[in-house]
């Protein structure tokens, strides 16, 4: 389990689901002069518990270990981020008719208020964290590789692991990053000895490791070859491209750990 695979929104689901817990021991609905029992009670809320408070903390659950599983894995035909999303959105559509149909006898409590919001924001971040870039972000933020650099200069030494890019030695030349998938070109005086002619394009085996971003969401396939899809890679999450296949896709590695093709490299930021 790495916590690095957590997103803003699922940072949002563990929040929402601690709402909803604390709102579970306050008063549901509430009469003058007196106050009444929480949601555990279950003789006063046989249905609200089960329908509302339940179904939160179950779907809160799902949504979350569904970051920690292959997207491939699934349970009666959903995958489990598919399953909390339906019970978040049955949650807060019972919370919802519980405030509605609120007896004319009593008036709502803090309890059915809070559990109402806290179920909106729950289901809310099921249907749409995945489409909204600020809650799709990393929530633990990736280590920046390394500083910004001045433009054309090469990143330094160190800066991260596996992060490509050695230290210039001062006065030499800096060589020229070029555009990914492309051929080096060798700084002024780098030439084959005695010929006169330019190095030979390096071969595929000097491939070095490289931090990237992905400027909208992309889809990670296995490494086999096969499409079955293993992660989605998030834009504002760096990754580390670890070997190249063919002639623009990369294999690349998530914060977690798994590793896959990424065969649609266009308009990647190199870090």
Same mark, same amino acid.
Request: proline fraction near 10%; include cysteine.
């Given at each position: 389990?790495?916590?690095?695979?957590?997103?803003?929104?699922?940072?949002?689901?563990?929040?929402?689901?601690?709402?909803?817990?604390?709102? &579970?021991?306050?008063?549901?609905?509430?009469?003058?002069?007196?106050?009444?029992? &929480?949601?555990?009670?279950?003789?006063?809320?046989?249905?609200?518990?089960?329908?509302?408070?339940?179904?939160?903390?179950?779907?809160?659950?799902?949504?979350?270990?569904?970051?920690?599983?292959?997207?491939?894995?699934?349970?009666?035909?959903?995958?489990?981020? %598919?399953?909390?999303?339906?019970? !978040?959105?049955?949650?807060?559509?019972?919370?919802?008719?519980?405030?509605?149909?609120?007896?004319?006898?009593?008036?709502? %409590?803090?309890?059915?208020?809070?559990?109402?919001?806290?179920?909106?924001?729950?289901?809310?971040?099921?249907?749409?964290?995945?489409?909204?870039?600020?809650?799709?972000?990393?929530?633990?933020?990736?280590?920046?590789?390394?500083?910004?650099?001045?433009? %054309?200069?090469?990143?330094?030494?160190?800066?991260?692991? %596996?992060?490509?890019?050695?230290?210039?030695?001062?006065?030499?030349?800096?060589?020229?990053?070029?555009?990914?998938?492309?051929?080096?070109?060798?700084?002024?005086?780098?030439?084959?000895?005695?010929?006169?002619?330019? !190095?030979?394009?390096?071969?595929?085996?000097?491939?070095?490791?490289?931090?990237?971003?992905?400027?909208?969401?992309?889809?990670?396939?296995?490494?086999?070859?096969?499409?079955?899809?293993?992660?989605?890679?998030?834009?504002?999450?760096?990754?580390?491209?670890?070997?190249?296949?063919?002639?623009?896709?990369?294999?690349?590695?998530?914060?977690?750990?798994?590793?896959?093709?990424?065969?649609?490299?266009?308009?990647?930021?190199?870090?």
């Amino acid at each position: 389990m790495n916590i690095r695979s957590l997103t803003r929104g699922d940072g949002v689901v563990i929040g929402a689901a601690a709402l909803l817990f604390i709102a &579970s021991f306050l008063d549901f609905y509430s009469t003058t002069g007196g106050d009444l029992p &929480s949601a555990w009670d279950t003789d006063a809320y046989r249905l609200v518990l089960p329908s509302v408070f339940l179904l939160g903390f179950i779907a809160a659950g799902l949504l979350v270990a569904s970051r920690f599983q292959p997207e491939s894995r699934k349970v009666l035909g959903m995958p489990l981020s %598919g399953w909390g999303t339906v019970l !978040a959105v049955s949650a807060a559509w019972s919370a919802l008719w519980a405030l509605i149909t609120c007896p004319s006898t009593l008036d709502l %409590g803090a309890g059915a208020v809070i559990a109402f919001l806290a179920t909106l924001a729950l289901a809310g971040v099921a249907v749409f964290g995945a489409k909204v870039p600020a809650l799709a972000g990393s929530l633990v933020p990736e280590a920046r590789p390394a500083a910004p650099q001045p433009y %054309g200069g090469q990143p330094q030494q160190g800066a991260g692991y %596996g992060y490509p890019g050695g230290q210039q030695p001062y006065g030499s030349t800096p060589q020229p990053v070029p555009p990914y998938g492309g051929t080096p070109t060798p700084a002024p005086g780098q030439h084959d000895s005695g010929a006169g002619h330019q !190095a030979a394009p390096a071969p595929a085996a000097d491939f070095s490791p490289f931090w990237f971003a992905v400027p909208v969401a992309r889809p990670l396939f296995a490494e086999d070859g096969s499409p079955t899809q293993i992660a989605e890679l998030a834009p504002g999450t760096w990754y580390l491209a670890v070997e190249q296949r063919g002639g623009t896709a990369l294999v690349a590695q998530t914060q977690d750990g798994r590793r896959g093709i990424l065969s649609d490299t266009s308009g990647i930021q190199r870090g």
